[in-house]
């Protein structure tokens, strides 16, 4: 599992971070899927480990979505996208046009 940071939306004033844009990615056997969303922040420049922007790395804004969705639900939502591609159990189409 893999979080990327697609884009990061900031407040020009204090340059704090008030939107992340990131995707959770899962990928096996060749397969990829990915869940894609956006988190919103209150940034606070006076707060205790305030970071400023031109600083940021990706694995700290990384940790931030980490720290505030559910990860492991995530991945198993992916992971049983996965596992339905692999080895699948349902499927669609009429009989009269299968060739």
Do not use: C
């Not at 990131?22 to 096996?28: D, F, G, M, N, V």
């Not at 400023?52 to 990706?58: A, K, Q």
């Not at 505030?68 to 080895?87: F, M, N, V």
């Amino acid at each position: 599992m893999t979080i990327l940071i697609n884009n990061l939306e900031r407040n020009l004033p204090d340059n704090g971070v008030t939107i992340v844009h990131y995707s959770i990615a899962l990928e096996q056997d060749g397969i990829s899927k990915r869940n894609n969303g956006t988190i919103n922040f209150t940034p606070d420049s006076e707060a205790e480990g305030y970071t400023p922007f031109d600083d940021l790395t990706e694995t700290q804004v990384a940790g931030w979505v980490e720290a505030e969705l559910d990860i492991p639900a995530i991945e198993a939502s992916l992971q049983a996208k996965i596992d339905e591609d692999l080895t699948p159990t349902k499927a669609s189409g009429m009989p009269w046009s299968v060739e």
